[in-house]
């Protein structure tokens, strides 16, 4: 069983910076891919921001050049950096674990319980 924990949410005004953390505990796998996703009230969640093992990433447009991605895969632990914040970015942010066994495993899939981010103007 892997267990997600997400950190570091709260309230902070527009122009501001948060760090979000997220641990994985658990059966990790080498070949995974750890992200971001948000959900604001009445819409639909979407994604922030991925990272693979490897260090490759993909930022969702809305984020780009604000916000960065990084894990430690010693810690089995992802991180956002998320600068100059602007109210549209509140959402409850999740954290989210993609991860196969092998090339030929199906993907399993793993959400945190998600964390409040609210940006004020």
């Known amino acids: 069983q892997v267990q997600l924990v997400e950190s570091g949410g709260g309230l902070v005004q527009a122009g501001g910076s948060l760090r979000l953390s997220c641990t994985a505990s658990?059966?990790?796998?080498?070949?995974?891919?750890m992200g971001w996703y948000r959900q604001a009230p009445g819409k639909q969640r979407e994604l922030v921001a991925t990272i693979t093992s490897a260090a490759v990433t993909n930022y969702a447009d809305s984020v780009k050049g604000r916000f960065t991605i990084s894990r430690d895969n010693a810690k089995n632990t992802v991180y956002l950096q998320m600068n100059s914040l602007k109210p549209e970015d509140t959402a409850v942010y999740y954290c989210?674990?993609?991860?196969?066994?092998?090339?030929?495993?199906?993907?399993?899939?793993?959400w945190g319980q998600g964390t409040q981010v609210t940006v004020s103007s």
């Open positions: 989210n674990l993609n991860q196969r066994r092998s090339l030929f495993s199906p993907t399993l899939v793993y």
């Open positions: 658990g059966s990790i796998f080498s070949i995974s891919v």
